[in-house]
């Protein structure tokens, strides 16, 4: 059995380990306030990039004959952006990324399609590589608060891939933060744009759900329905092929953005699960160190009724 010592010190350990874990839990929470509040601020900018991709696609009608927006003709080659940390202690946010990211490699190559990593992140790099599967470029340094610019570095890279047909199709994974409880893995197309998320899976400009409500309620009431004609300046294939870009920018500073409050939202309840196992283990230790001390006090009488009876028979 450990000695009073040697289980105090034990104590002493946990409760400073504690002090960490705690600390620890509340720099998570004020950072993902402020992830939340960025998460906030983007949203109506990207649904707005969203929007008149879309409307200028449907205006355009054909595609326009751009190589970032030319599907190509089979998928031999795809890439993957892997979006997770620089650090860890955060529970199974970044190895679940990783293995998200495998498995699609894996069903991938079954059917003759290989994979090209790119990773944002030191912990999905460095995963990456022990594996066996060096990324092609890797994104690091930002992970706990990133920028558009570093957004913008990452789409520029994954464009020029697809565009220079390295691939042929660019998909995301990476946290959707829920709560702070929660992330959800979510992967989503980037390139081409016919399979992006405004467009449905036949390459259609995916329909505006303001606009579909408000075109439902006269025709369920009898009245004529009067589309609204927009005039594009320049022409709307030229603010298609300028917004390209943008949206695919944005749409990675939103998962870049995601990422960051689901890893905040992940440390903090990491870090409040170590606290409370700290606990449990405080009061394990102590109950062992009162068990320590109450031998040793039995010892101790046992050690004076035996000299006193040995006085008492000599």
């Not at 004959?65 to 650090?87: F, N, T």
């Not at 990324?135 to 565009?163: C, H, L």
């Not at 709560?179 to 400009?205: K, M, Y």
């Not at 109950?287 to 046992?302: C, D, K, S, V």
Request: glycine residues 6%.
């Amino acid at each position: 059995m450990a000695t009073q010592r040697d289980v105090r010190n034990r104590i002493a350990s946990v409760r400073n380990i504690q002090t960490i874990t705690r600390a620890m839990e509340m720099v998570a929470a004020a950072r993902l306030r402020r992830a939340e509040q960025r998460i906030q601020a983007l949203r109506p900018y990207a649904d707005a990039i969203r929007r008149m991709a879309r409307e200028s696609a449907q205006a355009a009608g054909e595609m326009p004959r751009l190589p970032v927006l030319s599907e190509h003709a089979s998928v031999e080659h795809q890439a993957l952006l892997l979006i997770a940390g620089d650090r860890g202690l955060a529970g199974a946010f970044n190895s679940q990324i990783v293995r998200a990211g495998v498995a699609v490699a894996h069903a991938s190559e079954r059917e003759s399609v290989s994979t090209r990593f790119y990773s944002a992140g030191r912990r999905p790099t460095s995963s990456l590589t022990f594996r066996g599967l060096e990324p092609k470029e890797s994104f690091t340094g930002f992970s706990d608060r990133p920028s558009f610019a570093d957004a913008r570095r990452i789409a520029q890279r994954v464009m020029s891939a697809y565009v220079d047909e390295e691939v042929d199709r660019v998909d995301v994974i990476y946290n959707g933060y829920v709560s702070p409880v929660s992330q959800v893995v979510r992967r989503e197309t980037l390139l081409p744009l016919q399979r992006a998320q405004i467009f449905d899976v036949d390459g259609n400009p995916l329909a505006a759900p303001a606009q579909a409500a408000t075109a439902s309620a006269p025709q369920a009431q009898g009245q004529p329905v009067h589309a609204i004609s927009v005039d594009y300046e320049p022409d709307a294939e030229e603010i298609l092929r300028r917004l390209v870009p943008d949206y695919v920018e944005i749409s990675i500073f939103r998962a870049l953005l995601e990422s960051t409050a689901s890893e905040h939202g992940a440390r903090m309840t990491a870090m409040r699960n170590a606290s409370d196992n700290a606990n449990t283990l405080i009061e394990d230790l102590t109950l062992e160190m009162n068990r320590a001390r109450q031998a040793a006090i039995t010892q101790e009488i046992t050690e004076i009724v035996g000299g006193a009876e040995g006085q008492f028979q000599g």
